[in-house]
């Protein structure tokens, strides 16, 4: 067969998807073994439940341009779920702690906090089961709604290249389902599309104090107090956007979109990053040893109290923030992988 045939042949796509998959995987438990490796992990003294030695290494992290801390060459932090469960199998007083909902409680928030109000926003975070019965209606498996949902918050693009697109495009090798399941995506959320929209428009042009400080130009700043490292304003009436590399005054709407997508990941990791850094000093100052920092959560040696958890939520002003303790991994990803192992 020749090789244009191979491309189009209704069997390629999925088995390519496959495979893609597969190498990413393998791709990222080799980066993370010898990030871990080259860390020089030592043995601490400790065993697990069934007996064998525990290791621990020192993680290096580097900072990111939202606050956020992310583990050079990712190391455990990125690692694949089921690896980490297994990494973890039999280490004592393990407790993954999770945000539940994180940044779309933030948009919430900050959408309330800008006027923008969104109640399908606020009716789907008071309803647990709303992501399955959108899902189910889409056509969706839940662990897509929330890629799409998660990339809808960050201001992911829409159209045929999109973030959105892309990921029900990886779940559903038919092209005309996958047309047909992303308009039913759009059109539920075209609220919450909205909304966004204003509040990003709201970021770019607001000059308030909340988002923006000046130091000679006007930088735009996040709850960590992070500046935005690309961009600022240097006319505060005819609002002019410079890239600070180049010194070019930005125009034209294709690139203020970019602009203000940037802004909104920015500022919903910032205070993302706030209440898991305030939380992980507050652990350290009553005892509770963090093993780790998952971006939107901690895994601990001990359990935090609730108290603890609502104190830090009330100081940074997201009192709605709520923490669960999650297994490592869900079981039907521990099966999936133990399929991919099996191939």
């Not at 039999?90 to 909902?101: A, I, L, Q, S, T």
């Not at 599309?193 to 130091?215: F, I, P, Q, T």
């Not at 100081?315 to 923490?323: D, H, K, R, V």
């Amino acid at each position: 067969m020749e090789y244009e045939q191979i491309l189009k042949h209704r069997d390629y796509k999925p088995h390519f998807l496959k495979y893609s998959r597969i190498q990413g995987l393998r791709n990222n438990i080799l980066t993370a073994i010898k990030t871990i490796s080259n860390q020089k992990p030592v043995l601490n003294g400790g065993k697990t439940t069934d007996g064998r030695d525990l290791i621990e290494y020192q993680a290096a992290y580097r900072l990111q341009p939202s606050g956020r801390v992310s583990e050079i060459h990712g190391g455990f932090q990125s690692l694949y779920t089921p690896c980490k469960r297994l990494l973890l199998e039999g280490v004592p007083n393990v407790y993954n702690y999770d945000m539940k909902n994180a940044q779309a409680v933030i948009l919430a928030d900050e959408l309330r906090q800008s006027g923008y109000e969104c109640t399908w926003l606020e009716d789907y975070l008071q309803d647990p089961d709303m992501k399955d019965k959108l899902s189910e209606e889409i056509g969706i498996s839940v662990g897509c709604w929330k890629d799409c949902f998660y990339a809808t918050i960050m201001g992911a693009e829409t159209g045929h290249y999109g973030a959105i697109f892309n990921s029900i495009r990886k779940e559903e090798a038919d092209p005309d389902k996958v047309e047909v399941k992303y308009n039913r995506f759009i059109r539920k959320i075209q609220v919450l599309l909205n909304a966004c929209e204003k509040w990003r428009d709201h970021l770019l042009c607001g000059m308030s104090g909340k988002y923006m400080v000046k130091h000679k130009v006007y930088h735009w700043q996040n709850a960590c107090g992070m500046k935005f490292r690309e961009y600022v304003v240097i006319n505060e009436d005819e609002k002019q956007i410079m890239h600070c590399a180049s010194g070019e005054i930005v125009d034209g709407v294709r690139h203020l979109d970019k602009i203000k997508r940037e802004l909104a990941a920015f500022f919903l990791q910032g205070r993302e990053a706030f209440f898991i850094h305030n939380l992980s000093l507050e652990c350290a100052e009553h005892g509770i040893p963090v093993y780790n920092n998952e971006h939107d959560g901690l895994i601990t040696g001990k359990k935090i109290p609730s108290a603890l958890i609502e104190k830090v939520a009330r100081q940074i002003g997201l009192p709605e923030i709520n923490m669960d303790i999650k297994l490592i991994c869900k079981e039907e990803k521990m099966k999936s992988f133990e399929d991919y192992l099996s191939m």
